[in-house]
């Protein structure tokens, strides 16, 4: 493409995207080439309904689906995880105003957008079966590069089925807009505002799956004082909550989605040959630890994690 020789390339994430600044007309030129369905096409149709609802996110500028890119509005380069690195910085007045941000989202009744296809798109249902499957992957990609066959044929087949009997005893109903990749990375600070970028795979499921991916993110370490803090506002500025159930589908979800990050970690290591991945696992791990000891459903797996993986889980 000829147009790419004028573009900046910028820094990637985890997906098959590539990313150019065009300084000119301050937009960024989103290029996938591999699931370019879900990383152009939805990506702006989820978009256009968080910006419906008064969510700063990346407007469409031009589109050349038949190219495989699309043009979006740029929010710059800093990112709130960027901020928060700074130790001097308040970090609970900006979860504050994040978690603003999140009751915002949550409020989302929008689930069919034309995408620019003139199209109707549909938020799809964060069904059962898909977080079964993501927590699977912790058994296809780390497992095997620390387990031998038989004690991993083992592993798994007990794993998947403690995997299922969580996933059965959550409270909360898939009635709920969810980003699912809800983390400091993934918000903009531009203009004195938040913007919110990566949308694509949001689906409609459990409310307390977002606040677990933000609480409990990899990419930042933060203290568990703080994280109860920023739990604790949330609880706050959403009186409906029933604080029992919903502290229990938090600790599952936020057990499932790290047993799901070190195997998507451990395959873009392995797999895409990104390697910086890797040394996120045992912060990962650090966080599973936290929270598999607070509830009485988790007694078996931490007991099978316990005994397989003893470095992480004590």
């Known amino acids: 493409m000829k147009r790419l020789a004028k573009l900046k390339k910028?820094?990637?994430?985890?997906?098959?995207?590539?990313?150019?600044?065009?300084?000119?007309?301050?937009?960024?030129l989103v290029l996938s080439k591999k699931e370019k369905l879900k990383n152009l096409l939805i990506y702006d149709a989820i978009n256009k309904i968080l910006t419906k609802n008064k969510i700063l996110a990346p407007k469409l500028l031009s589109e050349n689906y038949l190219n495989n890119y699309i043009e979006i509005q740029d929010f710059g380069?800093?990112?709130?995880?960027?901020?928060?690195?700074?130790?001097?910085?308040?970090?609970?007045?900006?979860?504050?105003?994040?978690?603003?941000?999140?009751?915002?989202?949550?409020?989302?009744?929008?689930?069919?957008?034309?995408?620019?296809?003139?199209?109707?798109?549909k938020v799809q249902e964060y069904k059962k079966k898909i977080l079964l499957d993501e927590t699977k992957l912790f058994c296809d990609w780390y497992v095997p590069n620390i387990l031998p066959e038989l004690k991993r044929i083992k592993f798994n087949k007990t794993f998947k089925l403690?995997?299922?009997?969580?996933?059965?005893?959550?409270?909360?109903?898939?009635?709920?807009?969810?980003?699912?990749?809800?983390?400091?990375?993934?918000?903009?600070?531009?203009?004195?505002?938040?913007?919110?970028?990566?949308?694509?795979?949001?689906?409609?499921g459990n409310k307390a799956y977002d606040l677990a991916s933000l609480i409990d993110d990899v990419r930042l370490k933060t203290s568990n004082e703080l994280k109860e803090?920023?739990?604790?506002?949330?609880?706050?500025?959403?009186?409906?909550?029933?604080?029992?159930?919903?502290?229990?589908?938090?600790?599952?979800?936020?057990?499932?989605?790290?047993?799901?990050?070190?195997?998507?970690?451990?395959?873009?290591?392995?797999?895409?040959?990104?390697?910086?991945?890797?040394?996120?696992?045992?912060?990962?791990w650090e966080m599973i630890n936290n929270r598999i000891k607070k509830q009485n459903e988790f007694k078996n797996l931490m007991l099978l994690l316990k005994i397989n993986f003893p470095k992480f889980i004590r």
């Open 77 to 121: 380069d800093q990112t709130v995880f960027e901020i928060l690195k700074n130790n001097k910085h308040n970090k609970y007045a900006t979860f504050k105003r994040i978690i603003k941000i999140l009751n915002k989202i949550q409020l989302i009744k929008d689930k069919k957008v034309k995408n620019f296809k003139n199209k109707l798109y």
């Open 162 to 204: 403690e995997i299922k009997y969580l996933v059965s005893k959550l409270n909360y109903k898939n009635d709920t807009f969810v980003h699912r990749d809800f983390h400091v990375s993934n918000l903009m600070y531009f203009k004195e505002n938040i913007a919110l970028i990566d949308s694509q795979d949001a689906l409609i």
């Open 229 to 284: 803090k920023v739990f604790m506002f949330y609880i706050k500025t959403n009186k409906k909550i029933e604080l029992k159930k919903f502290k229990k589908d938090f600790e599952i979800l936020s057990i499932l989605r790290n047993l799901k990050i070190i195997g998507i970690f451990t395959r873009l290591a392995v797999r895409d040959n990104k390697k910086k991945y890797i040394k996120l696992i045992p912060y990962a």
């Open 10 to 28: 910028i820094k990637g994430d985890a997906s098959f995207r590539e990313f150019y600044r065009n300084q000119e007309n301050n937009s960024i």
